[in-house]
């Protein structure tokens, strides 16, 4: 059997709070996750991510530089953040990378394989559908699903 620890890659600068749940197979460096988080296997959080309390982050996901998520957040399954919509190694462009924040705010719900584009504010409440590709802000309490992802009608 292989010890836990080595199935886990934790930086030595990253913060965790209070009965924080680790699953096997992650990469952390330079993050802040908050008390009582769940994070699945196959997870990577890089440097500069905040991560709120109470917070459940699913198996497969990736959360790049720049991404805030505030409390009670549920992460699906295979969740993608991108903080540069304008990615080149082109040696013209060199240098032109530029992070873009993301804020998914209390309570909203990214459903699994959702792509949530740099830039974008996901209100409190919100719900992004399994598989959506988020390239604006999602109101607070708003359901958005699709390619790209648009705000569904919601039934009486």
Not at 34 to 56: H, L, N
Not at 99 to 117: F, K, P
Request: with cysteine; proline share 4%.
């Amino acid at each position: 059997m292989i010890p836990a620890s080595s199935l886990q890659r934790i930086a030595d600068d990253v913060v965790l709070g209070r009965d924080v749940r680790l699953g096997a197979f992650l990469n952390l460096y330079g993050c802040t996750i908050g008390d009582e988080c769940m994070i699945g296997a196959f997870v990577e959080i890089q440097r500069d991510v905040t991560v709120g309390p109470r917070c459940r982050i699913q198996s497969h996901t990736f959360i790049c530089s720049g991404v805030t998520l505030e409390a009670e957040v549920f992460v699906g399954h295979g969740v993608m953040f991108i903080n540069d919509r304008h990615p080149s190694v082109s040696a013209t462009l060199r240098g032109t990378w530029k992070m873009e924040r993301t804020l998914v705010c209390t309570g909203a719900t990214l459903g699994s394989g959702a792509l949530i584009m740099g830039g974008v504010k996901i209100g409190a409440g919100a719900t992004v559908g399994a598989g959506a590709v988020v390239l604006h802000d999602v109101a607070p309490g708003e359901i958005v699903a699709g390619v790209p992802a648009r705000v569904l009608p919601r039934k009486a």
